[in-house]
């Protein structure tokens, strides 16, 4: 049956083609009738739809019979069903057929009524709507999805920098558009009702408007979109927000003591702290490792150690990964020894070696040298006198020594920092303290890169104060600055000062400088900035909200103070390393007791270049 009909359809076309070619294109809505009578086949044209010629009485049954015709039963109810469209918009018992005349495209519509009189008529298939087309055949319903168009200046921008991206969006089919947002950031705004000023293109705007705020500097993706109500178009935007407060505070650490001595900056713009966990790990205290990102999120942290007391006081980043340096009394040979801890990327062992002998030796910094080595300083009780001497030693990158020095006289001497200086060598700081009086001297010495003394000075001014030098950094003028503390004896009370001199190059005063006042102050890490001048760490009891509060002071290349911010809360807090950053600020890495989850936590502070946390 379906075959006959096609055929039927078919010579409907060409006689529809020879007829009305001259009439389709004002789309007029024509009559077909058709009647299977004595074998002819009678067409008028030029008829309305609604007009329509009686059937002979018998006629579907005579189309039937000659297997031929149009309707399919003999109540007349629908025809053949071939390609019947989606959306029929026609009463029950009319089916649509789709013909291709001429370019354009026609719906033929047929039905039979109640009263044996049928009609069928054709019309522009795009007056259903412009959604319909003919495709095999038959109407069918397709959607053109919207356009989109976003237009955005940049998409890298600044804290605090208002910004705007504004969408537009055009639909051929004239279909009424939706815009839509997905992961908006805090503060942002997108407004649907937007209306531009000026020609703009398309025929549906909104805008997206958003101001970071000085805590929001990071990467957001947001999804931008538009629908008709049958699809959408969208595209993603990646916003990267400038951190130009660059200012934050990080606490590390559980439910016992922990803290943080030395940090460094990392390749990746992040950080790395060591210090000492005693929260976690194996034993007492044990080496802590951690690394965060740029914005102080905890990327990875590990502990090293065995039962005992093991602590870690310095790291450096090196090609691979990171060299750290401590003291243990888990391991070596007896007491406490010096402890060299070789990790990858993710912060995983890859060798350990211990240096000392039987009696006590610590280490309290190390830095890697230009030949791919590290220079170590400490102090120790194996190699010198009973009192204690510092320990200055080379190792390669394996771990193997290359020379052990020892430094000092009949008295007690530490080396508490070293630094590399430019001629290969480098120098160390420290404190001299005579026949263990309990007063002792400022202690600054240089090496060659054989680790042989090339000079060493001591500074005090006064037989009843004592000195130490708890930093050094060589300057770019080729001389020496110097950070530390100064001790009084008031009526039989200590009091301590920050102490801040300047070394030439030959380790010769060229000026000194005390900050505080008369309570304990001190100093425990000092470094030159780009402008020339020197940001300075440690803790103060004279600011600040509780008995230490961490004390960070910003002083010219003459000693002048420019500006100093205390913080912590009502208990004890410290500041053991601080760095100027890349980006200018400064970040600090300590211990406190006012914050964090434990008695003492790791502390670590993103200042920005003013020093402060909060942008004002």
Known sequence: MKKVVAMVIGVLVVLVAVE????LN???QKVFYRCWSNGCLPLLLGQKWNEYMPCSKGCYAKAEAATQGWCIDSDGVDFENIGIVTTDTNPAGVTDYCLDLFGTTYVIEGACNANNLYYWYYKDCTEYSAKHYCLDGACEYLNNPPVLMLAMEKTEIDEGEAYEIHLSALDD??????FFAQNLPAGAVF????????PSWGTHHAVFKWTPSFQQAGTYEVMFGVGDGDEDASQSVKIFVANMCDAWEKTFGGVSDDGAMFIQQTNDGGYVVAGSTFSKGAGLFDAWIVKVDLNGNLEWDKTFGGKGWDYATSIQQTEGGYIAAGTTTSKGAGGDDAWILKLDLDGELMWDKTFGVSYNDY?????????????????????????????????DSSGNSEWNKTFGKDSQDNALAVELTVDGGCVISGYMLPKLSGWGDAWVFKLDSNGDLEWDKTFSKSEEESYGASAVQQTDDGGYIVAGFSTSNIAGTHFHDVLVFKLDSKGDLSWDETFGGSKSDTADSIWQTSDGGYIVAGRTTLKGAGSNDVWILKIDASGNLEWDKSFGGIESDTAHSIRQTSEGGYVMAGVTKSKGAGNTDAWVLKLNANGDLECK
């Open 20 to 23: 009305v070619q001259a009439g």
């Open 173 to 178: 089919d004239g279909d009424d558009l939706s």
């Open 363 to 395: 280490v309290s910094s190390l830095r890697q040298t230009e030949d791919g080595k590290y220079i170590v300083a400490g102090m120790t009780f194996s190699e010198g006198t009973v009192n204690g001497d510092a320990w200055v030693f080379k190792f």
């Open 191 to 198: 407004d649907d009702s937007y209306v531009p000023v000026g």
């Open 26 to 28: 004002n789309y007029q």
